[in-house]
């Protein structure tokens, strides 16, 4: 039996006049899960945000919300989740505490040992007037007003900016808690670091397009390894042509260096072939995936003008289900 989805995007396409900033891209967030939707600045995370809340009109295809139509319904499904924007608007003039009195009685009420609750947690100053507030306080407050009428799900535009890590990580907590008790977490935002400590599924997006869709544990297990070869006498490049799994192999006199993935057997088959004294391995983090899967931007940045851009698509087809 498949549950609906809490979140369903599908096949949306937005377009501003000639330029496309979303294009054909669809995925679905089930019912406790945390998904991680990453991608470099411009690459479409709020323009996908945006449509899924009807705060723009997606130029074809649909998106849907606890079962309901991101256009037909979207008064109760702002009334039922929770959304911290990228760029919360806020009054100058009202305290922290008067902005939430304000933005709670829009939905009927505020559940003060709730807002209670969350600001200890995040240690927050709710006495201050907004125009006061340092840049962090001002996300906490935009965190509270998120989660504050303990919505079944809740959208999060890049909330970790200006926090400090202890409270990131209470924040983090706080998602774990909310997934676990069956909440559903979208969460959008350029750093691997804060998706990999915290989501189940990750959504890589560039230049529009969905590239990828991976559970955040078959990431890891898929992440390359580097490997480190000494041999007796120096062995020619060409020797681990068309080995399977082995990428960018570098020689410097005996020592051989390579990137692989998926088992190390015929990388030892060749190494044993041609008298090796020591074998060393170590994984490459996650954010060297993210890299791979953004690297021609890296490159368009002047980074590294060695390597063409053909390797973001090792990953492989976006996920369908
Ligand atoms: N109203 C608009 N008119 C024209 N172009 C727009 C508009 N809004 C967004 N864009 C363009 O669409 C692309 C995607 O923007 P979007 O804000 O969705 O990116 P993002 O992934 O959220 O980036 P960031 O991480 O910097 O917030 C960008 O190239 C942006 O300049």
Redesign the pocket.
């Known amino acids: 039996m498949t549950e609906t989805p809490v979140i369903e995007v599908d096949r949306l396409t ?1 377009r ?2 000639s ?1 496309t ?2 294009e054909d891209v669809s995925f679905e967030i089930h019912r406790g899960e945390i998904f991680g939707f990453l ?12 449509s899924i809340l009807d705060l ?1 009109r997606p130029t074809s295809g649909h998106c849907r919300v606890l079962g309901l139509d991101s256009r037909r319904d979207a008064v109760e499904i702002h009334r039922r989740i929770g959304f911290l924007p ?1 760029d919360l608007a806020l009054y100058p003039n009202l305290t922290g505490r008067q902005t939430l009195e304000y933005l709670g009685n829009l939905r009927g009420g505020v559940d003060w040992t709730r807002v209670d609750e969350l600001t200890e947690r995040l240690a927050a100053d709710l006495s201050k007037k907004v125009r006061e507030y340092s840049s962090g306080n001002r996300q906490k407050l935009g965190i509270i007003q998120a989660l504050m009428h303990r919505p079944e799900a809740v959208i999060l ?2 909330p970790i900016t200006g926090l400090d890590p202890l409270v990131q990580l209470e924040f983090h907590s706080m998602l774990r808690e909310m997934a676990d008790a069956g909440g559903t977490v979208f969460l ?1 935002s ?1 750093t691997i670091s804060e998706v990999e400590r915290v989501a189940d599924r990750v959504a890589f ?1 560039r ?2 397009h969905l590239i990828a869709v991976e559970r955040m544990s078959e990431l890891q297990d898929k992440a390359l390894r580097r490997i480190k070869l000494e041999f007796a006498a120096p062995v020619p490049a060409s020797a681990f042509d068309g080995v399977d799994g082995v990428h960018e192999v570098s020689v410097d006199g005996p020592t051989v260096t390579a990137q692989f993935e998926g088992s190390m057997a015929p990388l030892l088959t060749i190494a044993t072939a041609h008298d090796v004294l020591s074998v060393s391995s170590a994984s490459v983090d996650l954010d060297e995936i993210f890299l791979e899967f953004y690297r021609d931007e890296v490159v368009a940045a002047g980074d590294d003008p060695d390597e063409p851009g053909e390797r973001g698509a090792r990953a492989g087809a976006p996920e369908t289900a």
């Open positions: 937005k501003y006049g330029f900033a979303v991608g470099p600045n411009g690459a479409g995370k709020s323009t996908t945000i945006r723009i990228s535009d890049e959008s350029h997006i230049r529009g």
